[in-house]
């Protein structure tokens, strides 16, 4: 008994997939039933069969390997973007003179310094105010004086200031290194526009930046020591947003409405030669000026323009902007190489960029390697600063997270690396740079307006000016490459070439597979209910199979 319900499965089975291939709308299923051919015609179809199904499955694979790795393309848009849509480059400016020589005579100082013995050095009355100056050296100097003096033996700061307090009181005030601000041909009070940073290159002034309770998160940093002055508000603007319907052409960050010198900012800047110190700041005197998005915190050791002095430097920007379109929003953020700002959470800073969570990154490996950060980086109140004699140790710490992109550690270094993720933020935005630089005989053009100048002996002026070189510019967007509906469709085209698969046609086997083998159960299984009724059982030679047959 059991064996023929075995048996009686096997023909069942082997009927169901006999129907199957005789109606199979799949190319070449048709040939593996039919009665009519021979055993090597069916052989060979099958072999056909399966090399078109291996040769499909790999194809799909490949499809799914680029839909998985590759699914992100940027180019450029279809239209240009005038300039007056997007915020002119916050400008940043550091003189390379530190101190007035009258507070602090660097070199002579340092001397002194160096030929005391510890004892006297504790008592020395500018201690502080050398050792925070030795923080804002030249990294060449530094090494230098490493060798000259052995910082590593260099005591302690001893007043109760804070290295930035002391950098601040040294620092030069605004209204001596800036003069005459032109910003849309409107001549501005420099102090109006430009406000103090706290910078790795001590205290610098900022143009267009966003103010500290936009740009950083107030409630976790110290409070004992600003890092930006700035109290300009960004209210219709932001970096994935752009501007907003309500924003006028003053609302803030500054923005231009065409190009050419005219229509962006000059300013002129002055240094005096008894303030110029060639030990601590080597031999290039003058400023740096950084360009960066008002969304950066300026890092103006990394990249700068050097604006000699008694030259002109005139810099055309040609703007570089990326966005992302919404699409990508449901990507993750490892495929789409980018983080929305919502995305990825910084503990300094409310606007994520690539550049910010770059300096997040360095002040976290450093309060990891040496155990307290240098007076310029971001901190929390609990964070310890780095007395000048730990400076090597800040260095070093620099240089080994530069390392850790081209040498790879099998230790925690490298984990934290990956930790940091710094990857570019889908709206990003970049200021590139032409340069054009000429003499500035500023002397004769003071005489020919006759402006009245009390003393001229010692003082260097320089012009500097920042403009659009065009009227509009190309951005670039990420989009899709390719999205579920082109892998589905590349899927669909690669079954119907090699099988000629439609979506019917998987339908079509789910069918066989599940609803017509349980409707001939059911149907076997009311023909036997039946059978018991009519007493069947009694009449020779009929069965469960021919009453089938017969039913059908």
Sequence with gaps: MERSRVQLASDGAKDLFLEYCSNSSV?????????????????????????????????????????????????????????????????????????????????????????????????FNRTDNLLAMMQLCERTTFYYMVLLSEVDSLPNKISNLSYASLVRNMSLPMYEMMEYCVIRSEVKFCRDI???????????????????????????????????????KASHWTLEKGYSSEASL?????????????????????SNNEDMDYLCRGPVQAFKALLHSPADYPQVSQKFVHVPMDQEVNIAVKPQMVTTTSGLRSYTSD???????????????????QDNCELECLTNYTLQRCGCVKFSMLRSNETKVCETNRMKCLVEAENELLEMDVVKHHDQREHFRAECNCLPACTSMQY???ITQTDFDWLKWIQALKVPLEN?????????????????????KRSELYGLTDFLANCGGLLGLCMGVSLLSLVELCYFCTVRPFSLWRKQKQMSMDAKNLKYDDVPGISLLSMTVKRD
């Design 27 to 123: 190319h070449g299923v048709r040939y593996f039933g039919c009665r009519e051919r021979s055993v090597c015609e069916k052989f060979w179809w099958v072999v056909v069969f399966v090399l078109s199904v291996g040769s499909c499955a790999m194809l799909i694979h490949k499809t799914y390997q680029k839909w998985d790795q590759t699914p992100v393309i940027v180019s450029f848009n279809e239209k240009s973007t005038p300039v007056w849509q997007i915020p002119f480059p916050a400008v940043t400016i550091c003189p390379q003179t530190k101190v007035k020589s009258g507070m602090l005579n660097f070199s002579q100082d340092f001397n002194d310094f160096t030929n005391m013995d510890p004892e006297e050095q504790e008592n």
């Design 194 to 232: 430009f406000t103090h940073t706290m910078t790795e290159e001590g205290i610098c002034t900022s143009f267009n930046l966003l103010s500290a309770e936009e740009l950083l998160r107030t409630e976790s940093i110290q409070s004992t020591d600003p890092y930006l002055s700035g109290t300009h």
């Design 250 to 270: 003053n609302s803030y960050p500054y923005r231009t409405l065409g190009p050419g010198y005219s229509a962006g900012i000059s300013l002129l800047l002055l």
């Design 335 to 353: 495929r789409r190489q980018c983080f929305f700002n919502s995305e990825r959470y910084l503990q300094f800073f409310q606007v994520y960029t």
């Design 432 to 434: 590139d740079a032409e």
């Design 456 to 476: 001229t002996t010692g003082l260097h002026v320089a012009r500097l000016g920042i403009y659009f070189k065009e009227a509009q510019f190309m951005t670039s």
